[in-house]
């Protein structure tokens, strides 16, 4: 499975063995050898592997841990255009099975990049998951988060101790499923371990839990692990909710359940519409028929009178303005003998 992340440092003792390393999309001139190089990303690689030790690890680097306000927040993507996409691509094409992005967007200016919805659709149509952190944002602004707003990402949020969503997990539609992640104890790149919180832990975790899912069953498609993960989850009152998905996840059940997948229906279906929508008039699907002359200067003709009131309204509310400064003017009165 592969880890896109800050990098990952593979020698330290919870990750030595399990961890190749991938090429480094952000290219900002740092090494392994740096402090400020794979903190986070070596906190998720530890934790994926907290779940499947046997995985086999391929990490991305594709932001760096000096993007983001907070070490453990994972929330604040400055890795350069296409680093994300440009990772995806990589990972699939060198075998990734998962894919675990416990990364997004911040939280002001947020918007879809075309690029990696691409690289996300790749991936998918591959038969490779595609995991994302919800966001960290839900006692904040609650802002919408990309990757894990893409369509086919399976968007994971946070939950706290009791099993109830934590404080900062983003609330959101996308939301499927939810799992801890709060005082999580995961690796530090410069040794040690570290107790660490947000939705980024959390989707390392379901990730560990997908690579057992495939471990048992490998030709699950992307549709089914999402199924699997979803109904076999403690879901909420009402069975789904913006809080945590359909609910916490549960790995046993999950890992069982890909033994026997429900089919996947997702495969494509012909379309059976009209041909086109100018069928009954026989008008190309490429161009446009003219506009009635008479609706164009109707159009045109409501315009100007428009702009006719719009410059006659001005001169009035001008006028009046002249008027009243003249009237002011004429009650000042004269300079006295001492001046002003």
Same mark, same amino acid.
């Given at each position: $499975? ?32 740096? #402090? ?92 490779? #998951? ?70 980024? #832990? ?10 057992? $899912? ?113 009237? $002011? ?12």
């Amino acid at each position: $499975m592969a880890v896109l992340d800050t990098g990952a440092v593979a020698d330290h003792p919870a990750l030595k063995g399990r961890v190749t390393t991938g090429p480094d999309y952000r290219k900002d001139g740092l090494d392994p050898q740096s #402090p400020e190089w794979g903190g986070h990303g070596t906190a998720m690689a530890s934790d994926v592997l907290k779940v499947a030790p046997k995985a086999e690890i391929l990490s991305v680097r594709v932001i760096s841990d000096q993007d983001k306000k907070k070490v453990n927040d994972g929330h604040l993507v400055q890795g350069g255009a296409g680093s994300i996409a440009n990772g995806i691509y990589y990972s699939v094409d060198h075998g990734a099975d998962v894919i675990s992005l416990s990364l997004g967007s911040g939280e002001v200016g947020n918007y879809a990049n075309e690029d990696d919805v691409a690289a996300v659709g790749y991936a998918l149509s591959h038969g490779v #998951p595609v995991l994302a952190s919800a966001g960290n944002s839900g006692d904040k602004l609650n802002e919408t988060s990309f990757p894990s707003g893409y369509a086919g990402v399976i968007a994971v949020a946070a939950t706290d101790r009791s099993g109830g969503r934590a404080s900062f997990s983003t609330v959101h539609t996308y939301n499927e499923v939810a799992a801890p992640g709060v005082d999580i104890l995961s690796a530090k790149n410069t040794g040690g371990y570290q107790k660490v919180d947000g939705t980024s #832990p959390a989707t390392a975790l379901v990730s560990g839990v997908v690579a057992l $899912m495939l471990s048992r069953n490998p030709e699950l498609t992307p549709a089914q692990t999402r199924a699997i993960l979803t109904s076999t989850a403690s879901h909420p009152q009402g069975g789904w909710n913006a809080l945590v998905g359909y609910g916490q996840i549960n790995a046993t059940a999950a890992v069982k359940g890909a033994a026997s997948p429900p089919a996947d229906r997702t495969a494509p279906v012909k379309y059976e519409g009209k041909e086109h929508f100018a069928t009954p008039v026989g008008t190309s699907k490429t161009t446009h028929p003219d506009m009635e002359q008479s609706l164009w200067l109707t159009g045109l003709g409501a315009a100007g009178m428009g702009l006719l009131l719009s410059v006659g309204g001005l001169l009035l509310v001008l006028g009046g303005r002249r008027k009243r400064s003249s009237g $002011m003017a004429a009650m000042v009165p004269p300079p006295g003998p001492f001046g002003a």
